[in-house]
């Protein structure tokens, strides 16, 4: 039997952030019609504002605790954007800012300025946050009786987390 040598921690762990936005992303195209509208309450968020939610939270997490690698937040923080597509434009942007921030902070031995005591912190802590969220967009969906199923998402959703990449 073969094994194969341990790829660096580093890149293990920027590539779970990065299939964290591949599945976000997924999970917003495998929308129903209609879906971005949907709430869980009235008063309370649409599943569009929570993507954009988590678009900011990326941005100002980078803005608050890696500032010298520059850029300001977008000043909307819930913001109901309608178009699928400018929503998964915003998250492959944002993550590739948090992704380049983190490996910046690295890179130059910086601190982070506001939290975390290591930038890989922050990282598992959007992480966290944006799975959070994933749940409560399907729940939302749930409520307003237009569920999406993991049949039906499983493989986009799921299965980009246990897909094996190294044979």
Request: hydrophobic share 45%.
């Amino acid at each position: 039997m073969t094994t194969l040598p341990d790829p660096p921690l580093l890149e293990v762990l920027l590539d779970s952030w990065d299939r964290n936005n591949a599945i976000l992303v997924n999970l917003l195209r495998a929308l129903p019609e209609g879906a971005l509208e949907v709430r869980a309450r009235e008063d309370g968020p649409s599943v569009a504002e929570m993507f954009t939610h988590m678009h900011y939270v990326r941005l100002v997490s980078v803005f608050e605790n890696a500032p010298y690698f520059g850029g300001e937040p977008p000043e909307v923080e819930w913001l109901h954007e309608r178009d699928v597509d400018r929503i998964a434009h915003m998250l492959n942007d944002s993550v590739k800012q948090v992704r380049d921030a983190v490996l910046c902070t690295l890179a130059t031995k910086q601190a982070m300025r506001e939290l975390y005591d290591h930038p890989i912190l922050m990282l598992q802590h959007l992480i966290w946050h944006e799975g959070y969220h994933h749940g409560q967009i399907k729940l939302a969906l749930k409520l307003a009786g237009r569920p999406v199923a993991d049949r039906d998402v499983g493989r986009v959703t799921w299965g980009v987390w246990m897909r094996k990449t190294r044979t």
